[in-house]
């Protein structure tokens, strides 16, 4: 696998996420559980999109400085367009928590912990995830045509049920869990269950959290395919992924009270992944460069916003 990652870039780059995750939990807990405002969300959000663009100054001075300007521009445009599409899809998958977390009523105060606890299965998952698809395009060429199909049948199936509330109570793994899993009805605080053994009984909060692990396997195999039509340096793809992960936490509040605003971004959504599989699957006979990615999807995405704004979803009738 070709990869601008050296012992020092992988190093610098895990003791990063290892502080702000460590300075991230600190403050929460510091804070107690508690319900976080749209201006602590607002500020949170500023912070880890700033720490991931100071990341990515960071790493084009460094090549800068050791492999020349073009490969510097070159690898920062990288990261900046997958970080882009990786944070635009984060932006669904944050409605699917939403809409988790309402369908449970989890109390405000533990929201946090469960957003956290799904953010780190988050990253492990897409770890794995990427390195077994680097591992894969760099001995099977041909895997570049299954995930641009991929990504070109997952656009358009997202096309279609764009507008369309998910009903959980037919989804298959939430049905097995409470016929299945012993659960008591309330929430105790932060517990995952109670009592022991035989008499363990697991609470509404275990179930979400498993839901919302499930949710991360669905999002990361849509998403993963995506960055790799961007590059296949798995260091580029591995640091713009996690960036994007970390500031999910934050713009869950951010967006939590704002989800009816932009009802037409799941179709912007859609089209982007059409956009990169078809990229993809035309990668041998015509490479679309960087940069004119980077202008394609972020036209796509404010496009939809502003016309989310200029046209509000009409009220549903009673």
């Known amino acids: ?52 663009m100071a990341f990515n100054l960071a790493l084009w001075w460094y090549l800068g400085q050791t492999a020349g300007p073009d490969e510097a521009r070159r690898v920062g445009l990288e990261f900046l367009t997958g970080y882009l599409v990786e944070k635009a899809l984060a932006v669904d998958n944050i409605f699917v928590f939403l809409m988790l977390m309402t369908y449970f009523a989890v109390p405000e105060e533990q929201r946090q912990r469960v957003l956290v606890i799904g953010i780190l299965g988050a ?13 894969l395009l760099a001995h099977f060429h ?36 409470t016929s299945h899993v012993p659960f008591v009805r309330r929430y105790h ?40 039509a961007i590059t296949t340096d798995p260091f580029i793809v591995l640091t713009s992924n996690v960036f994007a992960v970390l ?27 059409v956009f990169i599989g078809a990229k993809m699957l035309l990668i041998d006979l015509y490479k679309i460069p960087v940069l004119w990615s980077l202008g394609v999807v972020a036209v796509i995405l404010a496009g939809t916003v502003a016309l989310s704004l200029a046209r509000p979803r009409k009220p549903r009738a009673s």
Request: hydrophobic share 60%; net charge positive; glycine share 10%.
């Open 1 to 52: 696998m070709e990869t601008i990652g050296n012992p020092w870039l992988w190093s610098g780059f895990a003791g990063l996420v290892l502080v702000a995750l460590m300075v991230d939990l600190v403050l929460m807990r510091h804070g107690g559980a508690h319900r976080v405002t749209f201006k602590e969300a607002a500020w949170w959000s500023l912070g880890w999109v700033a720490l991931a």
């Open 189 to 228: 605080g932060g517990a995952l269950w109670l009592g022991r053994g035989s008499r363990r009984k697991f609470t509404p909060l275990f179930i979400v959290l498993v839901m919302i692990g499930i949710t991360d396997v669905i999002f990361a195999v849509d998403s993963i395919p995506a960055i790799f």
């Open 247 to 273: 500031g999910l936490r934050a713009m869950f509040f951010l967006l939590a009270g704002m989800a009816e605003r932009f009802h037409l971004l799941p179709y912007g959504l859609a089209v982007v992944l």
């Open 123 to 135: 990253i492990v998952l897409r770890a794995i995830l990427i390195f077994a698809g680097a591992a």
């Open 142 to 177: 041909w895997m570049l045509y299954v995930f641009g199909a991929f990504l070109l049948l997952t656009g358009v199936k997202m096309w279609f049920a764009a507008g369309k509330e998910p009903n959980l109570e037919k989804n298959p793994v939430l049905r097995w869990m």
